[in-house]
């Protein structure tokens, strides 16, 4: 499992560094695992901040309208922002039934710290840092520079691609029919 975990990380890391072949392990730790339970709910977690933010920018817009007379560009804008928030909802709906279909303590995805040394711009040995996901079976989900760019929810949860597309195509739809009103 480790060889196999460490040539997965490594074939991601591959384009990243200058000169792959000066590549030198120091370490790959885990640091961090997810369940099932803990992805999807993080999932959710996500579009409830998205829903926040959009409400926001509605009520921002709804005081940038105040006092003017040609309103037409605010209400596309607040159009389309209830469209998203619309979609977030649909989105959080489907999530919250996946999550009490999920496994509170099967683990789908292990966080890594990933530590080696290279070849730098320089031509010296230098070392290198990223942290990635994994799956148990060693497959890298993502691979990052600071933990902080990995994405809270990294394993796909059967269904919500798909439902995401639909919700993308059923919003520009939308979004075409309101700028059309306008036109």
Known sequence: MESTLEANAFKA????????????LISIEAVDSLTEYQNIDNAIRQHERMQEITLSL???????????????????????????????????????????MANKSRVCAIK???RF??????????PGMYYFWAKPDGTVLQLEDKEEK????????????????EAIDMAMLKKDSIEAIFR
């Open 13 to 24: 890391l591959r384009p990243v560094i200058k000169d792959p072949s000066s590549y030198e």
């Open 58 to 100: 509605i009520e921002e817009t709804i005081k940038s309208a105040e006092g003017k007379k040609d309103v037409s560009d605010e209400l596309k804008s607040i159009d389309q922002y209830f469209i998203d928030v619309k979609t977030d909802s649909a989105l959080i709906s489907f999530l919250d039934r996946k999550l009490g």
């Open 112 to 114: 890594y710290a990933y």
């Open 117 to 126: 040394r290279y070849l730098n711009d320089a031509g010296l040995m230098a």
């Open 150 to 165: 990995l994405d809270v929810s990294p394993v796909t949860i059967p269904g919500y691609e798909k439902l995401m597309e």
